[in-house]
């Protein structure tokens, strides 16, 4: 992955910028009611500018990626887990990943979205139309991935995660994804929370949170202000006694690299590899969909790569 580089040139100016994107694990109610809370400011801004995104796509991918990240919180090891939507809308679909690292990637299937007039408000259901929400986990210890599917109700990735959570799993869910633009539409703040009842809370306790979570800030607003999460949950959430119990880095971060792709190139069809070597046109574009990073590979190492396959020719 090639990184555009945002945040500055120096190891020392991108540590400190990375250094607020980070994601808590938190209980609230005797551990009855598990929470997360992220601040991925810095992951959506690097993630729009590797993607070359307009403020449509940056809300559209943006918060599916503070979404994946979310659900992402109790992946341990080398497992991750994706959120795939397709849909009939000008978004057409996005897929997101996400491992247990902090590690989030993704791209949209339609850039630019197609817009037929100005936006009026952040109510993104239009463009989704009908479709599916599929959220699929690769566990280290199991034997295959697991995939689970619902039907778009709203158009609208925390609703519509939170809905996959209640349908597919029976767990009642609250997910607020958020992400701030400033007059200039620049990402001043952006974040997530999502909350879970576990077996044993109790109806009252659901209640309450559930009034304390419609009402819940902007996180993108808050994180604008440098507010720090820790804070935020005791103030907001401070009668159900939240106990924080683990954080770690959210980054925008994709593995690909030249040699993976080049191992790709390798496995071509012979006559696509003989077209390119015959007719070009050189430097041959391959683009990871994951970070939008380009490689670029001349007729010497497309003809390096033939050579591997059919060295006789």
Do not use: W
């Amino acid at each position: 992955m090639i990184k555009k580089k945002i945040y500055g040139e120096t190891l020392k100016e991108q540590l400190v910028a990375s250094s607020k994107d980070r994601l808590f694990n938190f209980s609230l109610a005797d551990g009855t009611v598990r929470g997360v809370i992220l601040n991925g400011t810095r992951m959506i801004n690097e993630m729009r500018a590797n993607h070359e995104l307009g403020i449509l796509e940056t809300l559209v991918l943006g918060r599916a990626y503070l979404g994946g990240a979310l659900i992402s919180a109790d992946l341990k090891g080398n497992d991750r887990i994706s959120i795939q939507i397709e849909c009939s809308g000008p978004i057409k679909g996005l897929i997101v990943e996400a491992n247990a690292f902090g590690e989030v990637r993704g791209f949209l299937s339609n850039v630019p979205i197609p817009v037929e007039k100005p936006l009026d408000s952040f109510d993104l259901s239009p463009f989704f139309g009908a479709g599916f929400l599929s959220v699929t986990r690769y566990l280290e210890d199991a034997k295959q991935p697991f995939t689970g599917k619902v039907t778009l109700e709203y158009g609208n990735i925390a609703k519509d995660l939170a809905n996959y959570y209640f349908t597919s799993e029976q767990i009642p869910s609250a997910l607020n994804l958020s992400i701030k633009f400033d007059k200039d539409g620049e990402v001043t703040g952006a974040g997530g929370l999502f909350i879970q009842a576990m077996p044993g809370a109790g109806q009252e306790t659901i209640i309450g949170l559930e009034s304390l979570f419609e009402n819940f800030p902007s996180l993108g607003e808050v994180f604008s202000a440098d507010t720090e999460p820790e804070a935020l949950i005791h103030k907001v959430f401070g009668q159900y006694a939240p106990k924080f119990l683990a954080n770690r880095r959210i980054e925008f971060m994709c593995h690909c690299n030249k040699e993976r792709v080049r191992s790709l190139l390798t496995m071509l069809p012979i006559e696509e590899l003989k077209d390119i070597l015959e007719n070009g046109p050189f430097p041959v574009e391959s683009r990871c969909h994951h970070c939008n990073t380009f490689y670029l590979f001349s007729e010497s190492d497309i003809r390096r790569i033939y050579g591997k396959r059919f060295p006789d020719n």
